[in-house]
């Protein structure tokens, strides 16, 4: 796909959805290996850190999806707070 039309696209999809189409794979993942460790109580929360890669040259790409250190940044906080609200569920009043 060229250039152009990926920008296309990425404004035409906002960015909470671009981040909850990149997660998902990445929470079923983390999922999976809760369920493989069992219910062991974690003495804190895991989190999750992603590091931009730019030793290569050209953008870094997920199917038609240029990531950058903006959408990196908002995906580890939505990944972050799917975690911290399974584990650490708060009360909404």
Avoid: C, W
């Avoid at 152009?4 to 999976?32: C, D, S, V």
């Avoid at 992603?50 to 790409?61: A, E, I, S, W």
């Avoid at 906080?77 to 650490?88: C, G, L, M, N, V």
């Amino acid at each position: 796909m060229s250039k152009e039309k990926t920008l296309r696209y990425n404004k035409g999809m906002k960015n909470e959805k671009i981040i909850k189409q990149i997660a998902q794979p990445i929470l079923e993942q983390l999922e999976k290996y809760e369920k493989q460790f069992g219910k062991t109580e974690f003495r804190s929360l895991p989190e999750i850190h992603f590091v931009l890669d730019k030793t290569h040259d050209g953008p870094v790409m997920i199917e038609d999806i240029e990531l950058t250190d903006e959408l990196l940044e908002e995906l580890e906080t939505y990944i972050q707070e799917q975690i911290e609200a399974k584990h650490k569920p708060t009360i909404l009043h």
